[in-house]
Antibody, heavy 119, light 109 residues
């Protein structure tokens, strides 16, 4: 069974930084593109960033481009999102998801990590 | 930029009834890249339908998807109590690369 477990969500200050991690299990991690999708509590879904199987190609939503960096470590079955220059509007649940351009959809979802940006 | 508009925003039905949810795109979407998700309160979204009409693993056959071009539909043939949730459509391919509809809340009447 596929499991995606996010960690690192917490309260951060505007302008601050945060790193989210996602530990994957139950599938061959290096065979899949991975993404981060976020959801403001009570609102809709927004794709944030994606990375191909070996980390060689990445993509970002315009709303976070230049501030967030996605990466992966296939030896550790882990996906990361480095979030810099945080803004209040980045407050959301961040989901680690299996899938990117290799699928065009998001096959499995983690339980989500809450990031709150507030002074 | 492709915008997905879901209707209705809220659908009130009773268990056993048929539900029809609509997702309309502002531009043509490839049928290979129209996807539906279900989200229950306090849970992450779950993949339901991909490539317009293919059910994901473990999804009951009362869920079906159809459509082409700019108009897509998710149909639940006979509602079960566990089907009451929020449903999102999603497209891949056109700017923005991924976009979601705003969701349809399916509630118990």
């Amino acid at each position: 069974e596929v499991h995606l477990v996010e960690s690192g969500g917490r309260l951060a200050r505007p302008g601050g930084s945060l790193r989210l991690s996602c530990l994957a299990s139950g599938f061959t991690f290096q065979d899949y593109g991975m993404s981060w999708v976020r959801q403001i509590p009570g609102k809709g879904l927004e794709w944030v960033s994606g990375v191909n199987w070996n980390g060689g190609f990445t993509g970002y939503a315009d709303s976070i481009k230049g501030r967030f960096t996605i990466s992966r470590d296939n030896a550790k079955n882990s996906l990361y999102l480095q979030m810099n220059s945080l803004r209040a509007e980045d407050t959301a649940f961040y989901y680690c998801v299996r899938g990117w351009d290799d699928l065009g959809y998001f096959q499995n979802w983690g339980q989500g990590a809450l990031v709150t940006v507030s002074s | 930029e492709i915008v997905l508009t879901q209707s209705p925003a809220t659908l009130s039905l009773s268990p056993g009834e048929r539900a029809t949810l609509s997702c309309r795109a502002s531009q043509t979407v490839s049928q290979y890249y129209l996807t539906w998700y279900q989200q229950k309160p306090g849970q992450a979204p779950r993949l339901l339908i991909y490539a317009t009409s293919s059910r994901a693993t473990g999804i009951p056959d009362r869920f079906s998807g159809s459509g082409s071009g700019t108009d897509f539909t998710l149909t639940i043939s006979r509602l079960e109590p566990e089907d009451f949730a929020v449903y999102y459509c999603q497209q891949y391919g056109s700017s923005p690369k991924y976009s979601f509809g705003q969701g349809t809340k399916l509630e118990i009447k």
